[in-house]
Nanobody, 123 residues
Framework: VQLQASGGGLVQPGGSLRLSCAASGRTFSSYVMGWFRQAPGKERRFVAA????????YYADSVKGRFTISRDNAKNTVYLQMNNLKPEDTAIYYCAADRSSVVRTTPSVYNYWGQGTQVTVSS
C-alpha cells in the first residue's frame, strides 16, 4: 500500500482545511486508516482513526468536536476535515494504514505511512 497525503497549507486561527490521503492497493478498504501529526521537536501523535466500515472512529481529545475523519473506499481515500483550527494544530500531518481490523492509536502498530503534509495555523 502506498499513501499520498495532500491538502495542507497556511490558515488563520479559526479557519478550516481538509486533508486527503489517497491509497494504492486493492486491500485499502480492509485497513484501519489513521491520521497522526508531528510538531517540531515533538513525538508523532495520534489524531484520528477509522475502521474499514466507518463505524468505529477515535479522536484525540485535543481535536474532538473540531476534526472529522471519513473515508471513501470506492475512491481509496481517507479525509480529515479540520475546523476551528488553532495555532497548536500546527504540525506535519501523516496518514497511515494498519492491517488490523481494530482501531488503534499507537503509531508503531501502523504498517504503512504517507509522506506527510504541512499544516500551519498562524495569523
Amino acid at each position: 500500500v502506498q499513501l499520498q497525503a495532500s491538502g495542507g497549507g497556511l490558515v488563520q486561527p479559526g479557519g478550516s482545511l481538509r486533508l486527503s490521503c489517497a491509497a494504492s492497493g486493492r486491500t485499502f478498504s480492509s485497513y484501519v486508516m489513521g491520521w497522526f501529526r508531528q510538531a517540531p521537536g515533538k513525538e508523532r501523535r495520534f489524531v484520528a482513526a477509522i475502521n474499514w466500515r466507518g463505524n468505529s472512529i477515535y479522536y484525540a481529545d485535543s481535536v474532538k468536536g473540531r476534526f472529522t475523519i471519513s473515508r471513501d473506499n470506492a475512491k481509496n481515500t481517507v479525509y480529515l476535515q479540520m475546523n476551528n483550527l488553532k495555532p497548536e494544530d500546527t504540525a506535519i500531518y501523516y496518514c497511515a494504514a494498519d492491517r488490523s481490523s481494530v482501531v488503534r492509536t499507537t503509531p508503531s502498530v501502523y504498517n504503512y505511512w504517507g509522506q506527510g503534509t504541512q499544516v500551519t495555523v498562524s495569523s
